[in-house]
Structures are given as structure tokens and as C-alpha cells.
């Protein structure tokens, strides 16, 4: 069973930058499309950046221009550089990816941005 394990996490002070990884433990083939999410206490799960195979990233209004989702889908792999962060940036952050109609999720790493 594949499972994926997200990593770098941490606690940041704001406009402090965090890289968080994501890696499949087996192969998956046939990647559709590459997602992370968050979710903060006490609000819904947000998607927050995406990269489909072969397209165009998109990415929350919220996170526009701070944040940059990337890939590599031979090793099963995605990535979130978060810059300039800020307090409202603080969540579990989820990594997922969806490939020939299943979905694979990890079980998310925490984020926190305080002075």
C-alpha cells in the first residue's frame, strides 16, 4: 500500500520561509494531478496548491505569489517552498496525490507561524 510522508514542518517567525516535501513510499503511475492542502483550527480544509501532469499550477488567493508548488512525478514527489509567511499561514498542511482514479494522502505536518 502506498502511503505518503510529508516533511518539513516546523514553527517560523512571520516572513520566515518553510520547504515542505512530500514522498510516496511505493510508485504510483499515471499521475493526474499533485496537491497540498491545509487545515486550521477550527476551519475547513483548504487547497492551497496544485500541479496537474503536464499543466499549469494554480494556487489559493491567499498564497498567490508567496508560495510555489513543484513536482517530479518519476519520484513520486512534491514539493511547497513557503515564503514570506504569516500567522494566518498556520494549519496542518496535507499533501496529495491523484492518479488513474485514486487518491493518495498523507497525514500532514504542522506549520506554525508566531514571533
Known amino acids: 500500500q502506498v502511503q505518503l510522508v510529508e516533511s518539513g514542518g516546523g514553527l517560523v517567525q512571520p516572513g520566515g520561509s518553510l520547504r515542505l516535501s512530500c514522498v510516496a513510499s511505493?510508485?504510483?503511475?499515471?499521475?493526474?494531478?499533485m496537491v497540498w492542502y491545509r487545515q486550521a483550527p477550527g476551519k475547513q480544509r483548504e487547497l492551497v496548491a496544485a500541479i496537474p501532469s503536464g499543466g499549469t499550477t494554480s494556487y489559493a488567493d491567499s498564497v498567490k505569489g508567496r508560495f510555489t508548488i513543484s513536482g517530479d512525478n518519476a519520484r513520486n514527489t512534491v514539493y511547497l517552498q513557503m515564503n514570506s509567511l504569516k500567522p494566518e499561514d498556520t494549519a496542518v498542511y496535507y499533501c496529495?496525490?491523484?492518479?488513474?482514479?485514486?487518491?493518495?494522502w498523507g497525514q500532514g505536518t504542522q506549520v506554525t507561524v508566531s514571533s
Open positions: 511505493g510508485s504510483i503511475f499515471s499521475i493526474n494531478v
Open positions: 496529495g496525490i491523484i492518479a488513474s482514479g485514486y487518491d493518495y
